[in-house]
């Protein structure tokens, strides 16, 4: 599986909201300039993911977007379908009915797709969280954050 530039922009916008102080609302041209993402895109991804209810809007002068839920409570899988990702085979086939090998592999592909799309729904955005702030802390990182 190749996560899209969709999927990765996703992903490192709602890990930048895990940051703010009490989860709060930061700005997308904030985001976008931390993580070095483009903003017109970054909001399109924002809106997507506020529809399928990963992230909220605030209005005023200190709005912008927050999580709608508790880091632990977001997974990768949720983050990815939000934005239109699949992790579906390519091809949808049939094997033939009349060789053996054809249904094995058929099985043996299903069952990784079921495995890959397990892993992905029980990768929660704390999980992703605490694994950047342990490379940081090895790398000897403490305040800057780029994902």
Same mark, same amino acid.
């Given at each position: ?23 709060? #609302?930061?700005?997308?041209? /904030? ?10 895109? &970054?909001?399109?991804? +924002?809106? *997507? ?45 049939? #094997?033939?009915?009349?060789? /053996? ?10 069952? &990784?797709?079921?495995? +890959?799309? *397990? ?29």
């Amino acid at each position: 599986m190749k996560l899209t530039t969709r999927g990765h922009y996703s992903v490192k916008a709602l890990l930048d909201l895990s940051l703010q102080p009490n989860y709060g #609302p930061t700005s997308v041209k /904030a985001i976008a300039s931390r993580q070095d993402l483009p903003a017109p895109y &970054l909001e399109k991804l +924002l809106i *997507e993911m506020r529809r399928a209810g990963l992230v909220q809007s605030i209005r005023g002068s200190q709005g912008g977007y927050q999580l709608a839920r508790e880091p632990i409570n977001i997974s990768l899988g949720q983050i990815l379908e939000a934005v239109g990702e699949t992790i579906e085979p390519l091809k949808s086939q049939t #094997p033939d009915a009349n060789l /053996a090998g054809d249904w094995v592999t058929f099985t043996l592909w299903r069952r &990784l797709h079921q495995k +890959l799309k *397990e892993a992905l729904y029980s990768i929660t955005l704390a999980d992703l969280y605490y694994d950047a702030r342990s490379w940081q802390a090895s790398q000897g990182e403490t305040t800057s954050f780029v994902v």
